[in-house]
Structure formats: C-alpha cells, structure tokens
C-alpha cells in the first residue's frame, strides 16, 4: 500500500485497528473461559460481542473511505497476548490469573483508547463525518469497558486481600 499522505496513513492505522479487534475479540472468548469468576467471564463476553460490532464499525468506516482493510499485524494486542500464554505457562493460581488477565484487559482498553482518539482525530482533520462518529462509538465502548475492568480489579484485589 502506498504511503503518501495522510489518507493513506489513516487507512494504515485503521488496518492496524481492525487487525487488533479481530485479535481481540479471539482473545477474549480464549480468557472468559478460563477466568474463574462468572461475573467476569459475563463481562468478557459482553465486550466479546461488542468488539465484533467494532470490527463491523470499522469495515463501514473503509467502506466510507472508498478502500478495504490492509494486511498490517497490530503489534501492541499481538504482545499482551503472548505475555498472557507465557504467564499461563507459569501455572499461576486461579485468582492470580484471574488478576493478571483483568490487568492485560486494561492494558487493551487503554491502547484502543489511545488508538482510537487518534483516529478520531485524523478522521476530524479529514472531515470524514461517517468515520467520526463510528470511531466515536467504538471509543464510547473501550471507556466503559476499561472502567468496569478497573472496578472489577480493585473489588477482587480487596477479596483476595481479605482471605490471604
Ligand atoms: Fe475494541
């Protein structure tokens, strides 16, 4: 693809993106079955389906743009995924990887916010109004989920404290 001007980077970026959420949505079904705890694997489940509509966002967003999805590997999910597997290996108890998996879900969310304030940026500056708001959405989706994470992490930190 070629790599000239700021349409053809927005495109870069978004590639990158839908890769992600693609990676994600299979991550996610991989942990909400291992996590022991209902409630989160519920949690995981939800943001599972939410993140297929993401994917679905961003095809209507190349759509808009008149292109399609790029092959381009988003580096960031790929390596909180393998640090998830190699701690796996290290057969940590079930709370504790209960607790490591919300934290590496966190990690995701804020790289996806991250990731998506920019693309809505670019998307501003380009004044391509669809994508705004579809990026918007998707945006919307990562805050909240990144906040439940966080709550969850905490409530369950507490419990676990409260029983060592
Ligand atoms: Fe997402």
Redesign the pocket.
């Known amino acids: 693809m070629r790599l000239d001007n700021p349409k053809d980077l927005f495109v870069y970026e978004l590639s990158a993106m839908y890769d992600?959420?693609n990676r994600?949505a299979e991550m996610l079904t991989e942990v909400a079955d291992r996590v022991g705890d209902e409630t989160l694997t519920q949690m995981l489940r939800t943001?599972q389906q939410?993140?297929r509509q993401?994917?679905k966002n961003l095809e209507q967003c190349f759509q808009q743009l008149g292109t399609s999805p790029q092959q381009v590997t988003c580096g960031p999910v790929e390596a909180i995924h393998r640090e998830y597997r190699e701690f796996l290996d290290r057969q940590p108890s079930a709370d504790v990887l209960t607790m490591f998996a919300l934290g590496g879900a966190a990690k995701?969310?804020h790289f996806?916010i991250a990731s998506?304030r920019g693309l809505v940026g670019k998307a501003m500056l380009m004044g391509e109004t669809k994508c705004i708001q579809l990026l918007e959405t998707?945006l919307l989706?990562?805050e909240e989920?990144a906040g439940k994470l966080e709550r969850f992490a905490n409530e369950l930190g507490q419990r676990m404290l409260a029983t060592a």
């Open positions: 992600g959420e994600i943001h939410e993140t993401q994917a995701i969310e996806e998506y998707n989706q990562e989920t």
